[in-house]
């Protein structure tokens, strides 16, 4: 880690990753410290930037999206302006949930969830082909979720 963290920095962390919506006392009464030393501590990670957001992961399934698709996208041709416009564009889809720039074979991978397979059909065919610089796309679709997560490893750091 780049940034020094004491074990109850990670605990609070871990917390917070897990639910959010967890209060400064309740966080406080969990990791075995007094309520104002752990608003600091919350504090300081924050204006560390350890913490980017605070945010309700919503169901996906529940809100109608069945669709998880992992697409690998090669450019046409390469170069720095290029995969900017492509990046820049990309941003602006909302069904892109996820977007990395990857080595090997493809340019990039992005995730990208739809509500069934025609929606995301719709998609390629009317946005995501139309991107400028758009070489090949490669759809791969995701049959049984195993294992989804926001939380990061923290207990490693230990």
Known sequence: MSTELSPQDIRI?????????????EIADRINMSQSPC????????????INRKV?????????????VFATVSLATQGKKNLQDFEDEVKLLPEVTE??????MWDFMLKIVAR????????????LVNLNHIGEVHSHVAVTEI????????????
């Open 116 to 127: 069934d397979i025609r929606h995301y059909e719709t998609f390629v065919r009317e946005y």
């Open 39 to 50: 608003w600091r501590r919350i504090s300081r990670l924050e204006e560390q930037g350890l």
């Open 13 to 25: 962390l871990d917390l917070l990753q897990q639910d959010a919506s967890l209060t400064t006392q």
């Open 147 to 158: 294992k989804n997560t926001t939380a990061l490893p923290l207990e490693t750091q230990l």
């Open 56 to 68: 309700a992961v919503l169901d996906r399934e529940k809100l109608g999206m069945d669709i998880v």
């Open 99 to 104: 977007c990395y720039t990857m080595t090997g």
